[in-house]
């Protein structure tokens, strides 16, 4: 499986915009960029994914850079209850399971 | 809004013991699946289930493990003799498709499991 690298924690304030990370300079072209996030105590949730476009979605913007080595999962405008584990995962556009790794907590200052 | 539910929430038992977890994914999905996290750790993927058969299952999902759905609507997770590092939280999800590029997994709040 293909490898991810996101920052262990980020930190943020509330209504600011959020750009997290994620280089994958290993990504094969058949890898589709997917976001998920944990909140606390609860399992993961689907946020974003994409292939080569840049995309957008009611919960976020997914940047992705030309050469598809990196990724940037942007909140516009973070609220408290962003507050969670995002991890950026790699998958094969034919495979089932997500392969999580160790994901970037974000915190967010009121 | 449709959802996956797992119950229990909290599991408790003794070593040796057999679990079973439960869960109800969407009504309209075709793929599921249970991961698994440890306190701390990452979270993992153990197996996955199309057409009342495993598709893939990991290097953890060995012959301790095995999965069922009995009915149209429940999918079950089966531990048959615990051990105190099958101690974790268990993920159920479900998902409409699979091995395309939209595959939005749904997961459950999961089931607290602890082995004394």
């Known amino acids: 499986d293909a490898k991810t690298t996101q920052p262990n924690s980020m930190e943020s304030n509330e209504e600011e915009p959020v750009h997290l990370p994620c280089n994958h300079s290993t990504i094969s072209g058949t890898d589709y960029i997917h976001w998920y996030r944990q909140l606390p105590s609860q399992g993961p949730e689907y946020v974003i994914h994409?292939?080569?476009s840049n995309v957008n979605n009611r919960m976020a913007s997914l940047a992705i850079a030309e050469d598809r080595k990196s990724s940037t999962l942007i909140l516009h405008r973070a609220t408290l209850r962003d507050a969670a584990v995002y991890y950026c995962i790699l998958r094969d556009g034919g495979a089932q399971k997500l392969v999580f790794g160790q994901g970037t907590r974000l915190t967010i200052n009121p | 809004e449709p959802e996956v539910t797992q119950t229990p929430s909290h599991q408790v038992t003794q070593m040796g013991q057999e679990v079973i977890l439960r869960c109800v994914p969407i009504?309209?999905?075709?793929?599921f699946y249970w991961y698994r996290q440890i306190l701390g750790q990452k979270v993992e993927f153990l197996v996955s289930f199309y057409n009342n058969e495993i598709s893939e299952k990991s290097e953890i999902f060995d012959d301790q493990f095995s999965v069922e759905r009995p009915d149209g609507s429940n999918f079950t997770l089966k531990i048959r003799s615990t051990k105190l590092e099958d101690s974790a939280m268990y993920f159920c999800?479900?998902?409409?498709?699979?091995?395309?590029?939209?595959?939005?997994?749904?997961f459950g709040p999961g089931t607290r499991l602890t082995v004394l």
């Open positions: 999800a479900s998902s409409e498709t699979a091995g395309d590029s939209y595959n939005e997994q749904f």
């Open positions: 009504s309209n999905h075709l793929y």
């Open positions: 994409g292939l080569t």
